[in-house]
T-cell receptor
Framework: EAGVAQSPRYKIIEKRQSVAFWCNPISGHATLYWYQQILGQGPKLLIQ????????DSQLPKDRFSAERLKGVDSTLKIQPAKLEDSAVYLC????????????FGPGTRLLVL | AQSVTQLDSHVSVSEGTPVLLRCNYS??????LFWYVQHPNKGLQLLLK??????LVKGINGFEAEFKKSETSFHLTKPSAHMSDAAEYFCVVSDLGRTGTASKLTFGTGTRLQVTL
């Protein structure tokens, strides 16, 4: 069974530029999560999807971050414009559905904003 | 709100000696607790989880954890460390017990395990 795929693995941009990350969850998983992991901290949930609907985006900085999962499979997370403090690893995870606690994580995208 | 506190940011052990990574939790309901491991440049991998069944939970790679409600603890142990165990370990709590439908994970700050020869 293929795991959660993410791309790119690394990205370096200058502040005020925009960037997008892509995630493909495990096949058949209805729930998809995006996390931000700042160096030295645990992952923090940004947004949670159930199929193509948003379940929780209370921690998403909506003035600069956006995410979509239009067809209920792949998802894209965008930052526009990026700030220095956005430097972090962005992790995507998926689970079978909302009631399933076990989440499967992708390798992450490491973002450096200069 | 639920939370977890990992008591050590860094633990160093010699290969072949026991490992103890400490985690305390705070929750107003019966929690589900997890340990995840993160190797450098790799994704988070589930080691084990507690969901109100047996209080002693066995996971992969010889790790186990014991849920102690009286101490609000969920410490991770392994009898004998191996070099490949060197990684970042996260204690995690789920809010499924509170909401009943949507599982949101809250991570601790992590413990870096170093294994020396």
């Amino acid at each position: 069974e293929a795991g959660v795929a993410q791309s790119p693995r690394y990205k370096i941009i200058e502040k005020r530029q925009s960037v997008a990350f892509w995630c493909n969850p495990i096949s058949g998983h209805a729930t998809l999560y995006w996390y931000q992991q700042i160096l030295g901290q645990g992952p923090k949930l940004l947004i949670q999807f159930q199929n193509n609907g948003v379940v929780d985006d209370s921690q998403l900085p909506k003035d600069r971050f956006s995410a979509e999962r239009l067809k209920g499979v792949d998802s894209t997370l965008k930052i526009q414009p990026a700030k220095l403090e956005d430097s972090a690893v962005y992790l995507c995870a998926s689970s079978l559905d909302l009631s399933r606690e076990t989440q499967y994580f992708g390798p992450g995208t490491r973002l450096l904003v200069l | 709100a639920q939370s977890v506190t990992q008591l050590d940011s860094h633990v160093s052990v010699s290969e072949g000696t026991p490992v103890l990574l400490r985690c305390n939790y705070s929750s107003s309901y019966s929690p589900s607790l997890f340990w995840y491991v993160q190797h450098p440049n790799k994704g988070l991998q589930l080691l084990l989880k507690y969901t109100s069944a047996a209080t002693l939970v066995k996971g992969i790679n010889g790790f186990e954890a014991e849920f102690k409600k009286s101490e609000t603890s969920f410490h991770l142990t392994k009898p004998s460390a191996h070099m490949s165990d060197a990684a970042e370990y996260f204690c995690v709590v789920s809010d499924l017990g509170r909401t009943g439908t949507a599982s949101k994970l809250t991570f601790g700050t992590g413990t870096r395990l170093q294994v020396t020869l």
